[in-house]
């Protein structure tokens, strides 16, 4: 079915902010030829009117819209969207209600061509990244030195609360541009560093930000290898520790876009990190403990994870709903009856579980599941550095007894 098939009733039109003028004429005439035109009050505004036909602003929330949407099928449709509608936009949202042979899309340049056109920026060297309608704390782990990021506001005071966040972490000498409605007669640019941003006026809702990473010694920058000091976390000493944890992620061998089960999870390093690891990671962080539970939301926002999921409450009761997962670790809770049950049943064929024991009840019951299920037991022993009077001396931590079994 190719593009001018009857059978794709439903249009899709990336629009700049110079309107009309900025159409092409294959835009131009899917807006005009379309029974209902919908878009927001912005987008709608930018289109002349047709004696005829139906105009729809985008109610909130968007997906109120969609029933009728549908309904309409075979009539034709024109959707308006800011720039390209498949980058963040409309345009993505709508291709899960509707097969591509239905739609017809026609993307305009996008805030980040935009942006990179205006900076002389290398597009694809770029983090290009969307805080509208998600937290702040996403840019988090692009905070890199030397980086560059170009990040679709969420609304006029985004570029100052950013400004205050890169200056908490370190990055107060990061240049940042704002890009206020990029392509139309209000275009405005802003530059300076995030000290000199950190108090600036609110600025146009429609705005861009290009930020240039600077970090000044000392600043908290995520490394991209598994094991974060242990003190980058809020805990009450149930976390993996630091040396262990980088051999459970290596043993639980994340992959783009899985699903991670962090069973007893105290202070929810194992998830933060296996979430770390690819933005389209995911975890559901399992706790009981309510301090613990509230130290896990706390360390998962101020490590850029904002999305990790917290299931409160014990295993395996607690495991009941939740999304088959690709991977588990069992941290605490093995000696609960049907705990490692219940996460081996759930987890999908494939899928790696990891769950570590540093008492003999525990490693009884991974010693039990090894001749079981079976996999590869190992047992580390880390030491560090402390004082012995006035020298230093070896100080071995608890060994750990890692069991590791693929599913069938």
Request: proline share 7%; aromatic share 6%.
């Amino acid at each position: 079915m190719d593009s001018t098939s009857p059978g794709r009733w439903l249009s899709i039109v990336g629009i700049g902010e110079d309107g009309w003028d900025g159409l092409s004429p294959a835009a131009r005439a899917l807006v005009t030829q379309a029974e209902r035109l919908i878009g927001g009050a912005r987008h709608l505004s930018l289109v002349p009117e047709r004696p005829g036909q139906q105009r729809e602003s985008w109610p909130s929330p968007l997906s109120d819209a969609f029933p009728a949407l549908l309904e309409r099928r075979g009539r034709p449709v024109c959707v308006l969207a800011s720039g390209d509608p498949s980058w963040y936009g409309i345009g993505a949202t709508l291709s899960r209600l509707v097969a591509a042979e239905e739609m017809r899309v026609i993307p305009a340049p996008s805030a980040f061509s935009l942006a990179a056109a205006r900076l002389g920026w290398a597009l694809q060297e770029t983090v290009c990244l969307t805080v509208h309608g998600r937290p702040l704390d996403l840019v988090v782990p692009h905070l890199q030195p030397g980086a560059r990021l170009l990040i679709l506001s969420w609304d006029g005071t985004t570029p100052s609360r950013l400004a205050t966040l890169l200056c908490r972490r370190g990055f107060a000498a990061s240049r940042l541009t704002v890009l206020e409605a990029m392509g139309g007669p209000r275009e405005r640019r802003s530059d300076g560093t995030a000290a000199g941003m950190a108090a600036a006026d609110r600025m146009a809702d429609l705005n861009t930000i290009a930020l240039e990473c600077v970090a000044e010694p000392g600043a908290r920058v995520l490394p991209l290898a598994p094991g974060l000091p242990d003190e980058w976390f809020e805990h009450d000493g149930q976390i993996t520790k630091r040396e262990m944890r980088a051999v459970t992620l290596s043993f639980l061998a994340p992959r783009r876009g899985e699903l991670l089960w962090d069973v007893g999870a105290g202070s929810g390093s194992i998830g933060i990190e296996w979430m770390l690891c690819d933005p389209a990671n995911r975890a559901v962080a399992v706790e009981h403990h309510e301090e613990r539970a509230a130290r896990i939301l706390a360390n998962a926002a101020a490590f850029g994870v904002p999305g990790l999921e917290l299931a409160r409450g014990k295993a395996p009761d607690a495991l009941a709903g939740l999304p088959a997962p690709d991977a588990v670790f069992i941290g605490g809770g093995l000696t609960a009856a049907g705990v490692l049950d219940a996460c081996w049943e759930a987890l999908k064929p494939g899928g790696r579980l990891v769950a570590n024991a540093v008492t003999l009840e525990t490693e009884a019951v991974l010693i039990e599941a090894h001749w079981r299920l079976g996999g590869t037991l190992s047992q580390i022993a880390v030491s560090r550095v402390g004082a012995v009077g006035g020298f230093r001396g070896w100080r071995p931590l608890m060994p750990v007894t890692l069991w590791q079994v693929e599913k069938p």
